[in-house]
């Protein structure tokens, strides 16, 4: 079946010790999105690629990083983790091909949740 | 641009009784809405969408969901609730024709009750 895939599940790092999360994806969908999740909210838009063009939210911290090597491949690059940084991690993918933009239901891996000590 | 508000942000019925999920949304123009469930450490998945064709659209696991844009509003339904229907629901728009973000509500937590 095609889907999203993140890894890990569960991440333990500690404070200021980089750390990198993983999405992977089989339905070769051009958009990437990450989102960051604190206990109760809703999820918060990090960045997200268009194909390879990066596009970062002016309020997403310089301390997060994000690579796409390939179509299938998104990492997640948090340099210097703090405590305030502990939350879910989610990745999503949109694709173009069924109408415009804005039509493409985004579809979500199962999350990484991290934990920094 | 756009924005959602989820009128009720908890949300407790007895199994086998109706849900009701509240939603308003705020658009310059004619948005696509979604409703996203979200289990407990999991990831968000779709239930059902609206992209300007039937107003009223039925989605997974019994729910659906009625676009009344007079009233700015995309309520989800579900007739009888089931235990597994306890979860964190968000109501979702979408950006412009050429954005690719979404904006999220709040979200509702829906208790079951036995």
């Known amino acids: 079946d095609a889907m999203v895939i993140q890894n890990p599940r569960y991440q333990v790092t500690q404070f200021g010790k980089p750390v990198t999360l993983s999405c992977s994806q089989t339905?070769?969908?051009?958009?990437m999105y990450w989102y960051q999740q604190k206990s109760s909210q809703a999820p918060k838009l990090l960045f997200h690629?268009?194909?390879?063009?990066?596009?970062n939210e002016a309020d997403t911290p310089d301390n997060f990083q994000s690579r796409r090597p390939n179509t299938s491949f998104c990492f997640l690059d948090i340099r210097s983790p703090g405590l305030g940084d502990a939350a879910m991690y989610l990745c999503?993918?949109?694709?173009?091909?069924?109408?415009?933009?804005?039509?493409?239901?985004?579809?979500f891996g199962p999350g990484t949740r991290l934990t920094v000590l | 641009a756009q924005s959602v508000t989820q009128l009720d942000s908890h949300v407790s019925v007895s199994e086998g009784t109706p849900v009701l999920l509240r939603c308003n949304y705020s658009?310059?123009?004619?948005?696509?809405l979604f409703w996203y469930v979200q289990h407990p450490n999991k990831g968000l998945q779709l239930l059902l969408k609206?992209?300007?064709?039937?107003?009223l659209v039925k989605g997974i696991n019994g729910f659906e969901a009625e676009f009344k844009k007079s009233e700015t509003s995309f309520h989800l339904t579900k007739p009888s609730a089931h235990m597994s229907d306890a979860a964190e629901y968000f109501c979702?728009?979408?950006?412009?024709?050429?954005?690719?973000?979404?904006?999220f509500g709040a979200g509702t937590t829906v208790t079951v009750r036995a």
């Open positions: 999503a993918t949109a694709g173009g091909a069924s109408g415009p933009p804005a039509y493409n239901e985004q579809f």
């Open positions: 658009s310059s123009y004619s948005p696509s």
């Open positions: 690629y268009y194909d390879k063009d990066f596009n």
């Open positions: 609206y992209t300007s064709a039937a107003t």
């Open positions: 339905l070769n969908h051009n958009v």
């Open positions: 979702v728009v979408s950006g412009e024709s050429n954005d690719y973000k979404l904006s």
